[in-house]
């Protein structure tokens, strides 16, 4: 029978799964809006349109939302490689 190795790498915790969901969804959302305002652009829409309604919102959420989705990406990284790092030191 052959001795059994720790498991190199422990089962993601859960702040890693929320810090993964919640970039993935950011910008999920952002891509989403960006292609709305191609669209929109695309059927016709003028500047004066895209400045009432939900549109600003929409047109706002892609400079905000991808930059935060990326940063929440780096810190999902900085904290699965501080984690990789003390498995393998124990």
Same mark, same amino acid.
């Given at each position: 029978?052959?001795? %059994?190795?720790? +498991?190199?790498?422990?089962?993601?915790?859960?702040?890693?799964? =929320? @810090?993964?969901?919640?970039? *993935?969804?950011? &910008?999920?959302?952002?891509?989403?809006?960006?292609?709305?305002?191609?669209?929109?652009?695309?059927?016709?829409? %003028?500047?004066? +349109?895209?400045?009432?309604?939900?549109?600003?919102?929409?047109? =706002? @959420?892609?400079?905000?939302? *991808?930059?935060? &989705?990326?940063?929440?990406?780096?810190?999902?990284?900085?904290?699965?490689?501080?984690?990789?790092?003390?498995?393998?030191?124990?």
């Amino acid at each position: 029978m052959s001795p %059994t190795t720790p +498991d190199p790498m422990p089962a993601p915790g859960r702040l890693e799964r =929320v @810090l993964a969901f919640m970039s *993935l969804g950011i &910008a999920l959302l952002a891509i989403g809006c960006f292609f709305a305002i191609m669209i929109g652009t695309a059927t016709g829409m %003028t500047q004066a +349109d895209f400045g009432s309604g939900i549109w600003p919102m929409v047109a =706002v @959420l892609p400079m905000i939302g *991808l930059p935060l &989705a990326f940063v929440l990406i780096i810190a999902l990284l900085i904290i699965t490689w501080v984690k990789r790092g003390r498995a393998n030191r124990a």
